[in-house]
């Protein structure tokens, strides 16, 4: 399976080479859309998100600066209009909870956000530890100021790559609890010879050396315990605790299913994401309101692409049924041409590459079409269009990239009015502007070879 890598990366989802021949035409359809120049055409989003309570914002890319600003924009007026109360990112638990106590802590400066950011320092480090990012993180720690703590907007990660790191910054939290405390340190130990190297476990288990599942499930079930006497919330303190424990959980179902199967450790990635926004949202009341910040293969429903028919799901996908469509509205994000941000391979330094015109039939192309303009689709006024209704590809850009071979693996078939309920079109998008260098010496391959 070694050779599969660099294709899945870099495409985020191995995707079908058989797309519609009628695709590779020049198509030319009439779809309603609206301008995007400013943040006053986000009106039209605004009012169509309505009350929802669960808003994801896509990507096409995890290295263009476009998705960023636009998804920042966003996310701001819906704190300030409709009172959103966090925001939850493709990011780690453990570095995204110290931005959570940053901007709710007192006024910071720039520098000081920057600093804050460099925690984010495992490849691919660009992904939040960029300037876009810093802009916002400025603004939300400005925004809490004055704020009652209850009203206080926060930031979290839902990925389950941290095991180290969650395991790390659970110990403090233990203090005072013998019993819990050995049996964080028994999960230390069982970790311990493949000294914070998840590639290391997953070939050590996939030869059958053992494993460290009944220790990561015991430490799991005894904080639970520990937290919920009689079903009672835990306070914000064990509630990190759990979501540290958590994350070493399923980290060790994904490290553990990762060497035998793409669509297992993919579902139970996803499926993790998806168990922390539930967490997150039951966490803060039945009236809480979350910002979802990943990239479109975790946010548009995989129901309606080719991640289906290989068993494969998604956030959004999940969200929908748990939540109900009617309270969650999926936004997805593309571009026809521009700069992006990725390496040529796994570990290698990072690059600015120019990504070419949008492969023809393409979602893409299509929109480039319409005229080079950037706008915004309601998918409630495409769905009467047939063309749509059927699988179209879509680019999707990991963060291994190789433009010269875009076309074979780069595109998901997508039934775009059902995958998002809105779509931001950039015509041309610049590259993300990442902070500092990439220090080659921290690169724990924890998200070796999935890229997204």
């Not at 695709?23 to 309505?50: E, S």
């Not at 979501?243 to 399923?250: G, P, R």
């Not at 539930?278 to 080719?306: C, I, M």
């Not at 990991?398 to 950039?426: C, H, M, T």
């Amino acid at each position: 399976m070694l050779f599969l890598w660099w294709f899945i990366s870099c495409g985020c989802k191995e995707v079908s080479r058989q797309q519609d021949r009628a695709a590779q035409k020049t198509i030319a359809l009439t779809i309603p859309n609206h301008p995007l120049r400013n943040t006053q055409d986000l009106d039209v989003l605004l009012q169509a998100i309505g009350d929802a309570r669960v808003v994801l914002l896509g990507e096409a890319s995890h290295g263009t600066s476009e998705y960023y600003t636009w998804r920042a924009a966003i996310t701001k007026r819906l704190i300030e209009e409709k009172g959103f109360d966090f925001i939850a990112i493709e990011g780690e638990w453990a570095d995204s909870y110290r931005v959570n106590e940053f901007i709710k802590g007192p006024p910071q400066d720039s520098a000081a956000t920057l600093a804050l950011l460099a925690h984010y320092n495992r490849w691919p480090t660009w992904m939040w530890a960029n300037h876009e990012v810093a802009a916002l993180v400025s603004w939300l720690n400005a925004y809490n100021q004055g704020k009652p703590a209850k009203e206080k907007v926060g930031f979290f990660g839902l990925d389950v790559y941290c095991l180290w790191e969650s395991m790390t910054a659970l110990m403090p939290y233990l203090q005072g609890n013998p019993s819990l405390l050995k049996s964080a340190k028994q999960v230390h130990r069982c970790f311990q010879p493949f000294g914070a190297d998840a590639r290391q476990y997953a070939l050590a288990v996939a030869h059958a050396d053992g494993n460290c599942r009944a220790e990561t499930l015991r430490l799991w079930n005894a904080i639970q315990k520990q937290n919920k006497p009689e079903g009672t919330a835990p306070n914000e303190a064990q509630f990190v605790a759990e979501q540290h424990a958590l994350v070493a959980l399923n980290a060790e179902r994904y490290y553990r299913t990762m060497v035998h199967s793409n669509t297992a450790s993919w579902n139970i990635r996803d499926r993790h994401m998806a168990q922390t926004l539930q967490r997150l949202l039951a966490f803060h009341g039945p009236d809480a309101k979350v910002v979802v910040w990943e990239h479109n293969t975790h946010v548009g429903d995989a129901r309606y692409t080719s991640m289906a028919a290989s068993g494969e799901v998604n956030v959004g996908q999940l969200a929908r049924k748990e939540y109900g469509e009617e309270n969650v509205f999926i936004v997805g994000f593309g571009s026809y041409s521009g700069s992006v941000v990725a390496a040529p391979g796994w570990g290698a330094p990072i690059q600015v590459m120019e990504m070419p015109p949008a492969v023809a039939g393409s979602w893409e192309q299509i929109l480039h079409q319409l005229g080079p303009a950037n706008k915004l689709i309601l998918s409630k006024d495409i769905r009467s269009e047939k063309y749509l209704n059927r699988p179209v590809g879509h680019r999707a850009i990991g963060v291994v990239y190789n433009p010269e071979l875009e076309q074979l693996g780069n595109y998901v078939p997508s039934v775009i009015p059902k995958r998002y309920d809105a779509f931001l079109f950039i015509d041309s998008t610049q590259a993300l502007h990442p902070i500092g260098t990439i220090d080659a010496s921290n690169e724990p391959p924890d998200l070796y070879p999935w890229g997204t």
